[in-house]
Each structure stands twice: as structure tokens, then as C-alpha cells.
């Protein structure tokens, strides 16, 4: 599976912000879909998931209420709309997907993840 990620950018403090994630190369079938980030100087950490099968999403506590991740899989395109944007969201976010595992726990530790895609800058000014 192969990973693309866009829509990033710069916007202001408040703003919003839509970010996709195209996978194609295989079937998107079966594959739970991560988005994380990284700020400079900082580890990666988890953003959102959504589950395959019934479309169960998860979210930390820092994006939860402000951020949405959907999923359409006749595009095999998931996304991640971002709203109220904070200058703490500046970051290269990147998209990932996962089979073998489930549930929250597994979702939001990247080594659960088997793809990764190229990552897009979101920077918000304040």
C-alpha cells in the first residue's frame, strides 16, 4: 500500500484545515487508517484513527472536539478535517495504515502501523 497525504499549509490561528490521505497499490480493504504528527523537536504522536469494519474513530485528548477523521473507501482516501486550529497543531502530519492489529490501544502507537505515508506540513500561525 502506497500513501499519499496533501492538503496542508499555512493558516491562522482559528482556522481550518482538511488533510487527505489516497492509498493505493493494493486493496484498501481491511486496513484501519492512523493520522499522527511531529512538531519539530518532538516525538510523533498519535492524532486519530478509524477502524475498517465499522468505522470507529479515535482521537487523543488534545485534537478531540476540534478534529474529525472519515474515511471513503470506494476512494480509498481517508481524512482528517481540522478545525479550530491552534498553533500547538503546527506539525508534519503523516498518514498511516494498519492490519494486524485493533482497538485503541494499537491505534495509537505508531509501530502498530504497517504503511506510512510522505507526511504534509500544517503550520498555524498565531
Do not use: H
Not at 492538503?7 to 486496513?31: I, K
Not at 504528527?37 to 498519535?46: N, W
Amino acid at each position: 500500500v502506497q500513501l499519499q497525504a496533501s492538503g496542508g499549509g499555512l493558516v491562522q490561528a482559528g482556522g481550518s484545515l482538511r488533510l487527505s490521505c489516497a492509498a493505493s497499490g493494493r486493496t484498501f480493504s481491511g486496513y484501519a487508517m492512523g493520522w499522527f504528527r511531529q512538531a519539530p523537536g518532538k516525538e510523533r504522536e498519535f492524532v486519530a484513527a478509524i477502524s475498517w469494519r465499522d468505522g470507529i474513530t479515535y482521537y487523543a485528548d488534545s485534537v478531540k472536539d476540534r478534529f474529525t477523521i472519515s474515511r471513503d473507501n470506494a476512494k480509498n482516501t481517508v481524512y482528517l478535517q481540522m478545525n479550530s486550529l491552534k498553533p500547538e497543531d503546527t506539525a508534519v502530519y503523516y498518514c498511516a495504515a494498519v492490519l494486524r492489529y485493533s482497538g485503541s490501544y494499537y491505534y495509537s502507537r505508531s509501530p502498530s502501523y504497517d504503511y506510512w505515508g510522505q507526511g504534509t506540513l500544517v503550520t498555524v500561525s498565531s
